[in-house]
């Protein structure tokens, strides 16, 4: 049995949520200004064809996901025997390493390892997602896991910008050192900032079984098909990354890589904005009818991506799908703690992680493979198809949810 955690007081979990938010818009930050610069970076390591790029970006994309795929549930079983706090630490420090490493790279397959090693030593969201919904109230949890996700997206926002503006002027090997620096800053907040009332689970639990920890989490009658909204809904918006550079590529011949990171950013901006509104104002029982609102208009702003030539219309599209998008994640996330017991957070998240990677993944894969063999804007139309049948999902799930008779 695992030990009840001592009680957290009030003072306790709001000082704690501020710190963690600076310690996820610090590694959104960090990590989100490299990942659209993949498929120009590659163009620097012999790959010259666009195309191809985007592929190898998205095999990298891959490499990153499965990495954090199989990691996930083995750091969310250390996180409920051993604190979170201890895996927020573990996240910060890899991502140190691994930028720094990564700027170094002389070829792409080295790249694509160390994406690899990324996946598999990071996942600060996670770690702190966990830590918040461990210890706030849980008619706070919302508003917790909403101000972490408003982090996540005001670093998703500036991230590329940066990255981008670095890129452009210094090289695309700057922005891999700068943002290990960043990274460090990261660590250094959650060492003296972070604290966490955690009681050690018993000797006999001390064994680590990730597996079994998966099979119990995945036993929660509601969680699995939120599993599934949530791995839909961030496969849309994970395929924008690997593609932004090279569609932005072919509107403006200069600086693609700094509009890239604009369009991105606006993605972040109005996702952080949704996320904060979302998290305060929205009901538990309204979460699931949000879902369903959000995921039709993102739909519906995808199909016109398809068409158009103007760099001011096409960024105005992505800043709307970031309203969807933060919309979209907050309401899961939101669900997904709701439906576990608050031990059990750490598994949940690990679980979490594992799907959010995949997505990641197989995001980026298909976006590179589309890419090749129909042109950067086909992932558009295949967003717009997608986010239709997420939206017919989630309505079915509501529907369901409505039919079940009050106790």
């Not at 660590?187 to 597996?211: D, H, I, Q, Y």
């Not at 995921?295 to 096409?314: R, Y």
Request: hydrophobic fraction near 55%.
């Amino acid at each position: 049995m695992t030990s009840p955690a001592p009680p957290v007081t009030d003072q306790l979990w709001k000082r704690n949520l501020y710190a963690l938010t600076a310690v996820v818009f610090l590694s959104a930050t960090g990590f989100s200004s490299i990942a659209p610069l993949l498929p120009l970076f590659n163009q620097t390591l012999g790959v010259r064809d666009p195309n191809q790029a985007v592929f190898w970006a998205g095999i990298a994309h891959f490499a990153g996901a499965a990495g954090a795929f199989f990691s996930g549930p083995f750091w969310g079983a250390l996180a409920d025997r051993y604190g979170r706090r201890a895996m927020l630490l573990r996240a910060t420090a890899g991502g140190v390493i691994v930028l720094a490493l990564t700027g170094l790279s002389p070829s792409v397959i080295f790249l694509v390892f160390m994406r690899f090693i990324h996946g598999t030593l990071t996942g600060v969201n996670t770690a702190a997602s966990a830590l918040a919904a461990s210890q706030a109230p849980r008619e706070r949890t919302a508003m917790a896991l909403g101000s972490v996700q408003t982090a996540f997206f005001l670093g998703n926002m500036s991230g590329p910008v940066i990255g981008g503006v670095l890129a452009d002027r210094f090289g695309y090997h700057v922005p891999f050192f700068v943002m290990s620096g960043v990274l460090f800053v990261d660590f250094l907040v959650a060492v003296f900032f972070v604290r966490e009332k955690f009681a050690a689970s018993t000797r006999k639990e001390r064994g680590l079984n990730p597996l079994k920890d998966i099979q119990s989490v995945l036993q929660i009658k509601a969680l699995l098909p939120l599993l599934v909204l949530l791995f839909a809904s961030r496969f849309g918006g994970f395929s924008l990354s690997p593609v932004m550079a090279v569609f932005m590529q072919e509107m403006v011949s200069d600086r693609a890589a700094t509009m890239a990171g604009v369009a991105l950013g606006l993605v972040g901006l109005a996702s952080a904005l949704a996320a904060a509104i979302i998290g305060r104002v929205v009901r538990p029982s309204q979460l699931l009818l949000v879902f369903v609102v959000a995921s039709v208009v993102a739909s519906g702003l995808f199909l016109p991506q398809f068409w158009t030539q103007s760099v001011v219309l096409s960024a105005a599209l992505f800043g709307l799908f970031g309203l969807c998008q933060g919309a979209m994640l907050t309401c899961t996330s939101s669900l997904l703690s709701n439906s576990a017991p608050r031990e059990r957070q750490g598994a949940v998240f690990g679980v979490v992680q594992s799907a959010t990677a995949f997505s990641f993944g197989t995001a980026g894969l298909a976006a590179g493979t589309l890419s090749v063999a129909f042109g950067v804007r086909a992932i558009f139309v295949a967003n717009a198809a997608l986010f239709l049948v997420i939206a017919a999902s989630a309505a079915w799930l509501l529907k369901k949810d409505q039919s079940r008779p009050v106790a």
